[in-house]
């Protein structure tokens, strides 16, 4: 998502590089593009401008490194400082108390609460073996309770049923007590979307708040948010004790720079990322991280804990000894490794991650989709066990069957085809490379995922 | 107290006509042109809203960003210097304008200033009033559903802006002009969205089509399509699940749903209304770009407006793609919607100076 933002600072560093040393004047031009990029990323303006100032003060100073050119040290500056605003490390839920630990969310309408309440609900339940369970308190919008008890059935945690006629606080109370009875480690309670200036609205979470004293107040907002982030985050911050924030929808193209002026303005920490409308699209947030990915880098390091989280150990092992031993890389492993990648949310969240990539013009991304892959799949799973690890025996007259069956046209099995012989080339070489990580096969994956939507190979 | 505006709105020369979208050789070429006249019945149709509206608008855009940053600018009765252009472009920005936007309004007025075409910081606040204005005139183009009937509209946005509800103020406006509206529940996907929509038909005594969650939404939208037909409505109003307009895979299927349609009726969609929520900053710029091209977008509803974001990259929006910007959303309740007026979008937002 923050693509942008880091095309546009190493333009700007670009220009610096041709200077022998940071003075004054130039870091003042570098510094107005820094400041419209951070605008243009919708970085509310106060932060903004104390964001320059704070680079401002370092960079004339005498931080430069000697081994660092003036561009590089520009970016460092202003990597640090975007760090330093960020915070520190990746802070966890605060769920060290007596059970159960509330956890209260508010925000803006349609920010992503209870979307957050049932991938909340999924990681603490998978992950961290807690028992939850989930109660709404938003009596006004047509459907909402509804929402979360198909969300808390999808996730198989507890459900606290509520109706439209009754009263939130009264809602919470009663839902505490259930908890306790029913010994659960966790209540999380969802709450209905409201205006900041809606001074009843405001009334009503914190008399909600006061009744049901949460462990975790956690601030929902949207990654796509503009300047009014600022606005609503001082808001809800003086009406609430905030403990965290949630940043959600950054699986999207915004330059996100709400995170910036949330994490400034409330001093709060953003806890997780939404990335996907999906219960699993949570993820932790790591400020040390986000002025790399700003800055053009690619989040290698999340990238690396997800392949090792969601990619199935046990077929990648297979997979590796397979293709060490120079055993033929077949159409079945193809729709291994193509399902894992769908597992790992898809390939936009993957390609967001890997350096180089955040640099390819959005057109060039979105032609890459996951519907191709479903198709892909769908295709060998049309073909016979042999003919998967025979590929050879695809002539004509099959392919066609094969088409027919999976109800696609000959084109996009000879495309399919054509990419597995890519693949295919990568992974002998890798074979003789010798020692290869996970990580490297799965970017040998996406290379040959590469010419599927006529996005060029990637280095 | 706004008596000068309130007496020419209309007259008042467009003093930077919005560039024309940009030719872009994509499928969007086929979408459905944009109205090129606006039928001179439908502002006679809409006497609920004339001056309450306006009103409205004031009061509720008075608290914005954009509004209290310009009021307090000018009420300060500055001087009439290069300051207080920068002071001007910095607000513009802050409220969402867009650099890009924000940079060519100020620049232009920066030239004016310098040819002494202003008396002082109030002449100012005018010109710009009347730039703003400008930009947004074109685009307010009120949507007319007489044209077809059937008259189809499919919505279409990302994830939480506001198209479900907005579907429901429309079925009630539309209801309420008495026509005859049916709705059909295409958002398939988002836990319980169908049992939402089905509230609002409820609420506004309008039949709703659905197949239920996980239903193949192209397929919910033709059925509708085909009972509106049998049922002799006036309108049908397709809701769709949200989706980032980064998502290939899910544009496409808004693609096939246009497609689908078209068997019924080549026509049809006769609207798609994309919606935008007034808090976005400049990634709406990206959305609409993104829909547009998929879908063919024909015209806008910006929401949340009863907030304290004011929705500024309108502006960009206005001028990058000239799209008509047809309703705003100022509430959450069946009645909050009001057709979008270039002026009172204004007037909000350029609080009166002190002495008038
Ligand atoms: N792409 C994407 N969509 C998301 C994400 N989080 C939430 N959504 C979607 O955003 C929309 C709104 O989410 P909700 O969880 O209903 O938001 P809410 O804050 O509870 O909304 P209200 O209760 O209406 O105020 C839904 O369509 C969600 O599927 C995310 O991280 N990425
Ligand atoms: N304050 C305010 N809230 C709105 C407005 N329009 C929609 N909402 C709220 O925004 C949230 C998301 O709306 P919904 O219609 O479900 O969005 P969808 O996902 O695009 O269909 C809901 O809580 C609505 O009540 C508006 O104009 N003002
Ligand atoms: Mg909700
Ligand atoms: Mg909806």
């Given at each position: 998502m923050f693509e942008s933002l880091s095309q546009r600072l190493s333009a700007t560093v670009n220009r610096l590089r041709g200077r022998g040393r940071l003075t004054e004047e130039n870091i003042r031009e570098a510094l107005r593009e820094v400041r419209i990029a951070l605008l243009e990323a919708d970085v509310a303006l106060p932060v903004v401008q104390a964001l320059i100032q704070r680079v401002k003060v370092r960079a004339v100073g005498q931080d430069v490194m000697k081994s660092l050119s003036p561009g590089q040290a520009l970016v460092k500056v202003v990597s640090d400082e975007l760090t330093a605003v960020m915070g520190t490390a990746n802070s966890e839920l605060n769920l060290a108390v007596t059970p159960p630990a509330v956890v209260l969310m508010a925000g803006l309408q349609g920010a992503g609460k209870t979307t957050t309440v049932a991938k909340l609900a999924r990681l603490l339940t998978e992950r961290k073996k807690k028992k939850v369970m989930v109660v709404s308190c938003d009596v006004y919008r047509p459907a909402a309770i509804e929402q979360l008890r198909t969300l808390a059935e999808q996730v198989g945690v507890k459900f606290f049923p509520s109706e439209a006629g009754q009263d939130p606080v009264q809602i919470a109370r009663d839902a505490i007590a259930a908890a306790r009875r029913e010994v659960v480690d966790v209540l999380l309670v969802d709450t209905a979307g409201r205006l900041h200036v809606d001074e009843a609205m405001m009334a009503e979470i914190?008399?909600?708040?006061?009744?049901?004293?949460?462990?975790?107040?956690?601030?929902?907002?949207?990654?796509?948010?503009?300047?009014?982030?600022?606005?609503?985050?001082?808001?809800?911050?003086?009406?609430?004790?905030?403990?965290?924030?949630?940043?959600?929808?950054?699986?999207?193209?915004?330059?996100?720079?709400?995170a910036?002026?949330?994490?400034?303005?409330?001093?709060?920490?953003?806890?997780?990322?939404?990335?996907?409308?999906?219960?699993?699209?949570?993820?932790?947030?790591?400020?040390?991280?986000?002025?790399?990915?700003?800055?053009?880098?690619?989040?290698?390091?999340?990238?690396?804990?997800?392949?090792?989280?969601?990619?199935?150990?046990?077929?990648?092992?297979?997979?590796?000894?397979?293709?060490?031993?120079g055993k033929r890389f077949d159409l079945e492993d193809m729709r291994d490794q193509l399902e894992q990648m769908n597992n790992m949310g898809g390939l936009a969240g993957l390609m967001d991650k890997l350096p180089g990539v955040s640099?390819?013009?959005?057109?060039?991304?979105?032609?890459?989709?996951?519907?191709e892959i479903k198709r892909m799949v769908a295709i060998i799973g049309s073909m016979t066990p042999r003919e998967r690890r025979h590929p050879d025996l695809l002539n004509g007259s099959r392919r066609a069957r094969v088409a027919r069956g999976s109800g696609t046209q000959p084109a996009d099995v000879n495309r399919l085809l054509k990419q597995y012989m890519q693949m295919e080339k990568m992974m002998s070489k890798l074979s003789k490379g010798g020692g290869k990580g996970l990580l490297r096969q799965m970017s040998g994956a996406l290379k040959g995922m590469g010419g599927m939507g006529g996005m060029p190979p990637m280095r | 107290m706004l008596n000068f505006w309130k007496k020419k709105p209309a007259e008042t020369p467009p003093a930077a006509a919005p560039a024309a979208p940009a030719a872009d050789p994509s499928p969007e070429a086929a979408a459905p042109p944009v109205p090129a006249e606006v039928p001179a019945a439908a502002s006679a149709a809409e006497p609920v809203e004339a001056a309450p509206a306006r009103r409205g608008w004031r009061e509720r855009l008075a608290g914005s960003a954009l509004g209290r940053g310009l009021g307090s600018l000018f009420q300060r009765n500055p001087r009439l210097d290069d300051d207080l252009l920068d002071e001007l472009e910095t607000t513009l920005i802050t409220a969402d304008v867009g650099v890009e936007a924000s940079t060519a309004l100020v620049e232009n007025l920066r030239q004016r200033m310098h040819k002494r075409e202003f008396a002082d910081a109030a002449g100012l606040r005018n010109a710009l009033r009347e730039a703003l204005v400008a930009l947004l005139k074109p685009v307010q183009q009120p949507l007319d559903p007489s044209g077809h009937?059937?008259?189809?509209?499919?919505?279409?946005g990302i994830n939480g802006v506001g198209k479900t509800t907005t579907i429901g103020k429309l079925a009630?406006?539309?209801?309420?002009?008495?026509?005859?509206?049916?709705?059909?529940?295409?958002?398939?996907?988002?836990?319980?969205?169908?049992?939402?929509?089905?509230t609002w038909g409820e609420r506004n005594a309008v039949p709703v089509i659905s197949q239920g969650q996980d239903a193949d939404a192209a397929s919910v939208i033709f059925d509708a399509l085909q009972a509106a037909r049998s049922r002799g409505a006036d309108v049908l109003v397709a809701d769709t699940a949200g989706r980032?307009?980064?998502?290939?895979?899910?544009?496409?299927?808004?693609?096939?749903?246009?497609?689908?349609?078209?068997?019924?009726?080549p026509a049809a969609p006769h609207e798609v209304l994309m919606v935008i929520d007034g808090t976005t900053g400049q990634n709406a710029v990206n959305q609409l770009r993104q829909f547009r091209q998929i879908v063919g977008v024909t015209g806008l509803v910006v929401t949340k407006l009863d907030g304290t974001a004011k929705g500024g990259v309108v502006f960009a929006l206005a001028r990058e793609f000239g799209l008509p910007i047809r309703f705003v959303g100022l509430g959450e309740t069946a009645t909050d919607l009001r057709a979008f007026d270039a002026v009172a979008f204004v007037d909000g937002l350029l609080p009166a100076a002190d002495h008038d």
């Open positions: 914190k008399a909600l708040h006061a009744a049901i004293t949460p462990v975790e107040t956690l601030f929902v907002v949207d990654s796509m948010t503009g300047q009014d982030a600022a606005t609503t985050a001082k808001a809800f911050a003086d009406a609430l004790p905030l403990t965290g924030v949630v940043l959600t929808k950054t699986d999207g193209d915004a330059r996100g720079g709400a910036l002026s949330v994490r400034y303005i409330t001093g709060r920490p953003i806890k997780f990322l939404g990335a996907g409308e999906k219960t699993d699209a949570l993820e932790p947030f790591h400020p040390d991280r986000l002025a790399q990915r700003i800055l053009g880098m690619g989040d290698v390091l999340s990238l690396v804990e997800e392949v090792e989280r969601k990619v199935d150990q046990e077929k990648a092992q297979k997979l590796a000894q397979k293709v060490m031993k640099g390819l013009p959005d057109s060039v991304k979105s032609k890459v989709n996951d519907g | 009937k059937p008259f189809v509209v499919l919505t279409v009630r406006r539309w209801r309420d002009e008495g026509r005859n509206v049916l709705l059909a529940a295409g958002d398939t996907f988002r836990a319980a969205a169908v049992e939402q929509l089905k980032l307009h980064t998502q290939g895979g899910l544009m496409d299927e808004l693609g096939k749903i246009a497609r689908v349609l078209k068997k019924l009726d």
